[in-house]
C-alpha cells in the first residue's frame, strides 16, 4: 500500500535507514505493505549516546516545559487522527473506527501525563529545630522500553509519556509486526520540539535488542508489556543487573454474573467487548462465570450477539471485527478451542478460520469447560470465550483467582454486599463492576501474580520513572 509510510529508525532527533530488513505483513491478505529497519549494535550504542546527551538537558528542564512539548505532541497526533489511524488499520487489522479511539486512548496518556509533570511533589518532613528532611523525586535515568503490537499507538505512548513527563530519556523498542503507531509518536515528538537523544526509537529482532540494552550502565529501568514468559526472562536479565523493572503482564480475565445482573444485556455487552482488538488485549473477557439460574439467558444472549459481529476488513466502515494479527494467532485459536471439544466443552459459535487468505477468525464461544482444558488456564489472546455455570458467588471467586494472572477482572452486579466482597476478594489490580473498560489515563493500571508489577497512568504511573531523593539538612555543624 503506497501511503503506508517509509519506516525508519529515530535515533539522536535523526531519522536512519539499515542495511537489514523484515517484511511488515496486512493480516487481511497478508500482503507486503513496509520493510522495517533491523537495529545493529552500531545503531544501539548511537541511541544509548543520544539517549545520555537528551537526558542531561531534559532532566534539567522545567516541568512546565516538559509539559508544554508534550502537550504540542498530543495536539498534532489529534490533527494527523486520520492517517495514524489509517497506518494502524493496514498493519494491524482492527476497524478504522478502533484505530482512531487507539489514536484519542493515546494521546489522552500523553496529556494526563503531562499534567502529571507538574504534580510529581516531594514532600517536608517535620523535623527539630535547625534540621530539614526533604523528599525529592528525580528522573531516573535512561529507560528501555518494548511495547507490543496488538495496540501499535497506545501501548508506546504509556511509556513515552511516563518518561518523559518524569525527567528521563527513553529508547523504545517498538513491535516489529506494528511499527506505524511508534513511528507516527516520534514525528509528533520531532515536529514538537523535543530535543534530540530524549526519545530513540528502534526496531529489530526482539531478544537482540533486549540482551544488548538492559546490561548497559546507562540504562536505569526496563519498561516492558507483553507475554509473561517474555516479562519473565526480561525481569529475570534485568535483576542480574540489579535495575528495576515495570512489567504489564499477560492476563485471563474473569467475569462474573451474579444472579441479581440483567443477564441478557450483560450477555450483550461482554460479546460486543470480546469481538474488541478481536480479543487481542491482555484485558479481554475471557473466563465468564455465570449463576445458575442467569447461565442460560446470559449464554443465549452473548452467543447471539457472538454470531451477529460483522468480520472483515478493517477499512470497510461496516466491519465490528478485523483479522488477528498474524497466522500464529489463528494456531493458538484452533488448538485450544480442540483441546476443549476434545475435554468436553460445547462449541456454541465459531471455532474455525474464514477462508484462507488472510487472518480472520470468528467470536468463538465455548461452554461447560472442564477445568482441565488448556483455555482455562492459558490466555488466548485472541476473540475466544468461556461460559460456565457457577452455583454461588464463593463458587465464581474462587475459580476467577484459580489462575496464576491477575490483571483486570470484571463483574456484573447491583448488590452492594457482592460488590464489597469482590473488592475484597479478588486478586487483580483493576477490577470493574458493571463495565468492561479496564483502565483510562487518570487511574492506575497494571497486575498482580504473574501479571507483572508496577503502575503505569494515574498519579501512580510517573512514579516509576523516578528515583527517590532523602535529603538531610542541618543548619549548622
Known amino acids: 500500500m503506497s501511503n503506508y509510510p517509509d519506516l525508519q529508525l529515530y535515533i539522536g532527533g535523526a531519522w536512519r535507514k539499515t542495511a537489514d530488513t523484515l517484511p511488515v505483513v496486512n ?31 531534559w532532566s534539567r528542564a522545567a516541568p512546565a516545559r516538559r509539559a508544554e512539548i508534550i502537550r504540542r505532541a498530543a495536539a498534532l497526533m489529534r ?5 495514524i489511524a489509517l497506518d494502524i488499520t493496514c498493519e494491524h487489522g482492527k476497524p478504522l473506527t478502533q484505530a482512531r479511539l487507539e489514536v484519542i486512548r493515546g494521546c ?22 535547625g534540621i530539614r528532611y526533604v523528599v525529592h523525586h528525580q528522573p531516573i535515568g535512561t529507560v528501555a522500553a518494548f511495547s507490543p503490537w496488538n495496540f501499535p499507538m497506545s501501548q508506546p505512548s504509556r511509556k513515552v509519556a511516563g518518561a518523559l513527563a518524569a525527567g528521563c530519556s527513553i529508547i523504545l523498542k517498538a513491535a516489529e509486526e506494528t511499527p506505524a503507531g511508534a513511528l507516527h509518536i516520534a514525528r509528533a515528538f520531532h515536529d514538537a520540539g523535543l530535543p534530540a537523544g530524549v526519545l530513540n526509537l528502534v526496531f529489530g529482532v526482539p531478544a537482540r535488542i533486549s540482551e544488548y540494552l538492559i546490561p548497559q550502565d546507562q540504562v536505569r529501568l526496563i ?40 443477564a441478557h444485556q450483560a450477555g450483550i455487552v461482554s460479546a460486543v467487548r470480546k469481538a474488541r482488538n478481536a480479543g487481542q488485549v491482555c484485558t479481554s473477557p475471557t473466563r465468564f462465570f455465570v449463576h445458575e439460574r442467569s447461565f442460560d439467558t446470559f449464554t443465549a444472549s452473548f452467543v447471539e450477539r457472538a454470531r451477529s459481529v460483522k468480520i472483515g476488513d478493517g477499512l470497510d466502515a461496516a466491519t465490528e471485527m478485523g483479522p488477528l494479527a498474524n497466522h500464529r494467532r489463528i494456531e493458538a485459536m484452533e488448538g485450544l478451542v ?25 467470536v468463538t464461544v465455548l461452554a461447560n469447560v472442564p477445568d482441565t482444558a488448556r483455555i482455562m488456564r492459558e490466555e488466548p489472546f485472541g476473540p475466544l470465550a468461556v461460559i460456565n455455570p457457577v452455583a454461588s458467588l464463593d463458587e465464581a471467586i474462587a475459580k476467577a483467582n484459580s489462575v496464576p494472572f491477575g490483571l483486570a477482572a470484571y463483574a456484573f452486579t447491583n448488590a452492594a454486599a457482592n460488590a464489597d466482597r469482590l473488592t475484597d476478594e479478588i486478586e487483580a489490580g483493576n477490577l470493574s463492576i458493571n ?3 479496564a483502565s483510562v489515563a487518570e487511574t492506575p493500571f497494571g497486575g498482580v501474580k504473574e501479571s507483572g508489577y508496577g503502575r503505569e497512568g494515574g498519579a501512580e504511573g510517573i512514579t516509576h520513572y523516578t528515583v527517590v531523593k532523602n535529603v538531610s539538612h542541618r543548619m549548622a555543624i
Open 108 to 129: 489522552e496518556f500523553f496529556e494526563w501525563d503531562a499534567g502529571e509533570a507538574q504534580r510529581l511533589y516531594g514532600r517536608v518532613i517535620p523535623s527539630e529545630p
Open 338 to 362: 480442540a483441546d476443549a471439544v476434545s475435554a468436553g466443552a460445547r462449541l456454541l459459535a465459531g471455532g474455525e478460520r474464514i477462508g484462507n487468505r488472510g487472518y480472520f477468525f470468528p
Open 223 to 262: 519498561a516492558f508489556t507483553g507475554s509473561t514468559a517474555v516479562g519473565k526472562h526480561l525481569a529475570g536479565l534485568a535483576a542480574r543487573h540489579i535495575k528495576p523493572v515495570l512489567m504489564e503482564l499477560g492476563g485471563h480475565a474473569p467475569v462474573i454474573v451474579c444472579d441479581d445482573a440483567d
Open 79 to 83: 490533527e494527523r487522527i486520520e492517517e
Open 27 to 57: 493480516p487481511v491478505d497478508e500482503s507486503l505493505i513496509g520493510a522495517l529497519p533491523v537495529a545493529t549494535e552500531r545503531d544501539l550504542d548511537d541511541a544509548l549516546s543520544a539517549a545520555a546527551d537528551g537526558l542531561k538537558v
Open 435 to 437: 463495565t468492561l473498560e
